[in-house]
């Protein structure tokens, strides 16, 4: 699956995801500046719920999107949150609906149709961490946990060979060179 991040993609990329079997859960642009910027601009809140009525209507019919998402990283949801779920509800009642991610979201309101649970990259997840996932509560609504990073896992510095065209993964090389250096590329 693949969560925009406060990305709306051109429907190439879903048509794209369709073919190929990816999930999607586009994103509305909007983030932790959501208070600055309808501040400067008396029309914010209009704009927004027309591009969040429009680009729901447009990608809709896309069978690899998840689910609709209001925002990124506002901890306590969008102040828009009810008109905005209620529109998404109104245009495409079979999708789950979500009034942020890049958050961990524990809490039951209900712009939340499921809740999140994101990796910490300051606590990795072994050693005295390792039940960190555990739940200290009951969830009651589905759990997706996503953005686990290449910091709880180590990437295989041998892939980098594989990228042939535009886009070369130079860490991998730097990690290749490091294990070089210190005897260890055949680990």
């Not at 794209?16 to 994103?27: H, K, L, N, T």
């Not at 029309?43 to 209001?70: K, T």
């Not at 039951?108 to 200290?136: A, I, M, N």
């Not at 589905?142 to 041998?158: G, K, L, M, R, T």
Request: net charge negative.
């Amino acid at each position: 699956g693949i969560r925009t991040n406060s990305t709306m993609y051109a429907e190439t990329f879903y048509d794209a995801a369709d073919e190929v079997g990816f999930f999607i859960q586009p994103e509305l642009p909007i983030c932790y500046h959501w208070e600055t910027i309808k501040n400067r601009n008396k029309n914010a809140e209009d704009y927004l719920l027309n591009l969040w009525r429009r680009y729901i209507l447009q990608m809709r019919n896309h069978p690899s999107v998840f689910g609709w998402c209001m925002a990124n990283e506002l901890y306590f949801g969008h102040p828009m949150a009810d008109r905005l779920y209620t529109i998404a509800k109104e245009l495409d009642p079979t999708r789950p609906v979500i009034d942020s991610d890049g958050v961990h979201l524990y809490d039951d309101r209900p712009t939340l149709d499921y809740l999140t649970y994101l990796f910490d990259e300051l606590v990795v997840p072994w050693g005295e961490h390792r039940d960190k996932f555990q739940f200290t509560f009951q969830p009651t609504k589905p759990v997706i946990a996503h953005e686990f990073s290449n910091i709880s896992v180590f990437p295989d510095p041998y892939a980098g060979k594989q990228f042939t065209g535009v886009v070369k993964p130079f860490w991998l090389d730097k990690i290749l060179d490091t294990a070089r250096k210190k005897d260890l590329n055949a680990q």
